[in-house]
C-alpha cells in the first residue's frame, strides 16, 4: 500500500508564469513516454515479475515515478496559474483552457488524452524490463527537448533532476534484467505445458 | 557521514568484464560502490552517484548557467 | 534551523535515502552501502521529528497537535511550500 509524504522530491518554486512551457511540460504528465505510463507500467507489470530483486525495483521505481508525476504536474500548475487570459491565448493553450480552465489533466503537448495504449505489461519479465529500458530512455530523451525549450532556471532545474533520474533507472532495469535472466537460465527443469487434447 | 576507505582512483564503480555473454540478449554492467557525493550536491545532480552523471550529452544544451564543480572535489 | 532550511535538508537526506534504497534493491548484499543507507535514513528521521515539532505533519500516520495538522496549507504543490536549492554545499 501506499503512504504520501508531504513534500516533494525536489522542490518546485516558479516565479515566472509561462503558459507556452506549461503546454510542453504537460506532456510528461498525460504524453506517451510521461510519468503517468511510467507508474502505471512499472506498478502493473510488478506482479508478474521473478525474483525479489525485480519484484522491489518495479515497485519502488513505480513509486518513484508517482512522485515525479507530482511534479509535472505541479509545474503545470506553477506556470499557469498566475498568466493573463491573453497569455493563455497567445501561448496557443486556449483549446486546453477551454476544456479545463488552469487544471491539470493527463494530455500530450498536442492535446491527446492519456491512453494505456502507451504502455504494455506483458507478463514475460524479460519482455516487460526490456520495454522499462526503452521506457526510461524515451522519458529522458523527451526531458532533454523540454529543457531545449525551457530558458528558465527555475524550470530547467527540476527538469535536469527528471532527467537524470531517467539514467538511474535504465541502470537499475538493466540490473534487474541481469538478475532475471540468470535466474531464469538456472533453472535446469524446463515445465512442459500438457497440451489441450490431452487435459482429462 | 564518513566515506569508506574508497580511493577514487582505485575504485572502479563498475564491472568492466562481463562473461557468458550470449546472442540476442542484453547486457547492462553492474554498477560497484565506491563514493557517493554528499545529500546536497546529490539532490541538484538527481544522484547520489558520480559516476551516472555526465552521460547521453547528445541531444540536449545542459544551459550549465552556474559553474558546476567537477565530480571529483564532490566526494565525501 | 528555519523551516526552509530544514526541509532543505530534510529533502537532500530523502533523497540520498532514495537513491540509495533502488540501489539496494539490485545489489542486496552490499554491506557498505547498506550501512550508509541506514545512518542516512537514521539522520533522516531525526530531522524529520524536528521539522514535524514546528511546521506540521510529514507523512501519514504521524501525530497531530490541535486541530488536525494534515490538512495544513502550503501543499507542496504550492510555491509557497518550496525552498530554493541554495549555492552552498551541506
Known sequence: MWSYDKKLEYPIKIKNPNPRMAKYIITQYGGPDGELGAAIRYLSQRFSMVTPQAKATLNDIGTEELAHLEMVGTMVKQLTENASIDEIKRADLGGYYSDHDKAVYPVSASGVPFTAAYLQSKGDPITDLTEDMAAEQKARSTYEFLINLADDPDVIDPLRFLREREVVHFQRFGEALRIVEEYLNSTKFFPVKTPGTMKK | ?76 | MDRDALLRRLSALNFYVIDLHLYLNTHPADREALAKYNAAAAEADTLAREYEKSFGMLSMGRPSQYPWQWIADPWPWQKEFNFKLAGDDM
Not at chain 2, 566515506?3 to 564491472?15: M, R, T
Not at chain 2, 557525493?37 to 547521453?56: C, D, H
Open chain 2, 1 to 76: 557521514m564518513i566515506d569508506s576507505n574508497a580511493d577514487s582512483k582505485s575504485c572502479v564503480p563498475q564491472e568492466t568484464t562481463i562473461t557468458n555473454v550470449r546472442l540476442a540478449h542484453a547486457y547492462v554492467p553492474f554498477q560497484k560502490f565506491c563514493a557517493t557525493m554528499t545529500p546536497m550536491q546529490s539532490l541538484r545532480e538527481g544522484t547520489v552517484f558520480p559516476e551516472l552523471t555526465g552521460m547521453y550529452m547528445h541531444g540536449w544544451d545542459p544551459k550549465p548557467g552556474k559553474e558546476r564543480k567537477p565530480w571529483t572535489e564532490m566526494l565525501f
